[in-house]
């Protein structure tokens, strides 16, 4: 139950995960610019056979593959503790949408406590 409340609490946040701009995209909707590819389909590539429907992190893994295959640019961590792919607290337990959103801003759920960790983007 506090993993649920956590993961709530940080798709309440409006500070930005870096994963792309978000920008205007066919059909009146908004996505991260490097997904673009995706809103050609109807949004299907995510969404299954329903637009409205909810994506799971099965959508996520499809394209990114799983969570300790994602790479994260040692440039951008404040040291290498502090990879969020790599987490003590919820290994690979965390959902992507803890932290990424693709359709309005996000923000990561470490900088709940690890403010200093991560940049305002």
């Known amino acids: 139950m506090k993993k649920l409340t956590v ?17 205007p995209q066919p059909d009146q909707t908004q ?20 637009p409205q429907q909810f994506v799971d992190d099965s959508a996520c893994r499809d394209c990114h593959g799983q969570m300790s295959e994602i790479a994260i640019p040692e440039d951008r961590l404040t040291f ?17 949408i803890a932290c990424h959103s693709e359709h309005e801003p996000s923000a990561p759920v470490c900088q709940e406590c690890h403010r200093a960790w991560f940049d305002q983007r």
């Open 31 to 50: 996505g991260r610019s490097q997904h673009s590819f995706i809103y050609q389909d109807d949004c299907r590539s995510c969404h299954a056979n329903n």
């Open 80 to 96: 290498s503790e502090a990879d969020p792919h790599q987490s003590p607290h919820y290994g690979e337990g965390a959902q992507c």
């Open 7 to 23: 993961i709530a609490a940080a798709l309440l946040l409006a500070a930005n995960a870096y994963a792309g701009d978000i920008v």
